[in-house]
């Protein structure tokens, strides 16, 4: 039973460009967050997909905006790069957006942007 | 005031010594707690959910006072494998917007030495 995937694995742009991560979710599972994490900072949460549409969002601009297809797997896409979106981006996957039911995390996309 | 703070660490400890670390949440409405463990460049895992009338697995306890708004977990025995870093962890209230999703706090890094 594969895990959380995500690609790519290592990503390096520069500012102004434009960056597409993508997510697939736990086997099972419908509900894919994703979070950006800082160096030295805990995971902060972007947005989250279920059903197709985005349910709820975090404190990030609309530079950072998202897609999740009919299989549940999902993108982050972001626009206009900046120099502080150099970060680790993780996706969670869940069964179900509310709950006590665990998110499992993906090994993340690390993103440097020059 | 941020949301969920943490001990600043790094702890470094011997091996076999008690390590325990704090956690402190803004949102009296917050209805769900954890400690995950991230590894080094690694994703975030769950170590355990945190309840109001403790819990205990093996070598982790995990207290929860709702009323202090605070969230401990005692690592016994400490061995070199526990290095890592911690995250304190609460879901629910509403977090502008972020109700039920996962919140982090900064982590606490651990280093355990033979």
């Known amino acids: 039973d594969a895990g959380v995937t995500q690609s790519p694995t290592h990503l390096i742009k520069t500012r102004g460009q434009q960056v597409t991560l993508r997510c697939s979710p736990k086997?099972?599972?419908?509900?894919v967050s994703w979070y950006q994490q800082a160096l030295g900072q805990g995971p902060q949460f972007i947005f989250q997909y279920y059903e197709e549409e985005e349910r709820q969002r975090g404190n990030f601009p609309d530079r950072f905006s998202g897609h999740q297809f009919p299989n549940y797997s999902s993108e982050l896409n972001v626009n206009a790069l900046l120099l502080g979106d150099s970060a680790l981006y993780l996706c969670?996957?869940?069964?179900?957006?509310?709950?006590?039911?665990?998110?499992?995390f993906g090994p993340g996309t690390r993103l440097t942007v020059l | 005031r941020k949301e969920v703070e943490q001990d600043p660490g790094p702890f470094n400890v011997p091996e076999g010594a008690t390590v325990a670390f704090n956690c402190t949440y803004s949102n009296s409405a917050s209805q769900s707690f954890f400690w995950y463990r991230q590894d080094c460049r690694k994703e975030p895992k769950l170590l355990m959910s945190v309840y109001s009338s403790g819990n205990e697995d093996g070598r982790f306890t995990a207290q929860l006072n709702r009323a202090s708004q605070y969230i401990s977990l005692l690592i016994r025995d400490s061995k070199l494998s526990d290095s890592a870093t911690y995250l304190c962890?609460?879901?629910?209230?509403?977090?502008?917007?972020?109700?039920?999703?996962?919140?982090f706090g900064k982590g606490t890094k651990l280093s355990v030495k033979p």
């Open positions: 962890v609460v879901k629910g209230g509403d977090y502008g917007g972020s109700q039920g999703n996962l919140i």
């Open positions: 969670a996957s869940s069964a179900l957006p509310q709950g006590d039911n665990e998110q499992f």
């Open positions: 086997s099972g599972h419908d509900t």
